[in-house]
């Protein structure tokens, strides 16, 4: 499967009420990925719920005023519909001071 990698800025640790953009890479040679997002468990999606804190625009995840609940292990990766169908999921540990 392709591996991913995820990147923030501005660098970890971030402060209340800044804005984060982390940024999700896939290699591989197909671009039609959608990705996927997922906050603390890769059960509990980012990405399902838009709105005025979390936006999703292609492979970045943007939060706007930053809180200390958005604090933790944040996951990326992506689906496709043919082959190969997934990649490899990647994280990073955000700390909001």
Not at 76 to 92: A, H, I, N, V, W
Request: charged share 20%; glycine share 6%.
């Amino acid at each position: 499967l392709p591996t991913s990698t995820v990147t923030v800025k501005p660098n970890s640790p971030v402060f209340t009420g800044e804005t984060v953009n982390m940024k999700c890479e896939i290699k591989s040679d197909h671009s039609d990925w959608r990705y996927e997002w997922y906050k603390g468990k890769t059960t509990n999606r980012v990405t399902s719920q838009t709105s005025d804190h979390y936006t999703v625009n292609k492979n970045t995840l943007t939060i706007r005023g930053a809180t200390e609940s958005d604090q933790g292990q944040y996951w990326c990766g992506g689906q496709r519909d043919e082959r190969p169908q997934s990649s490899y999921f990647s994280s990073l540990y955000l700390t909001v001071m």
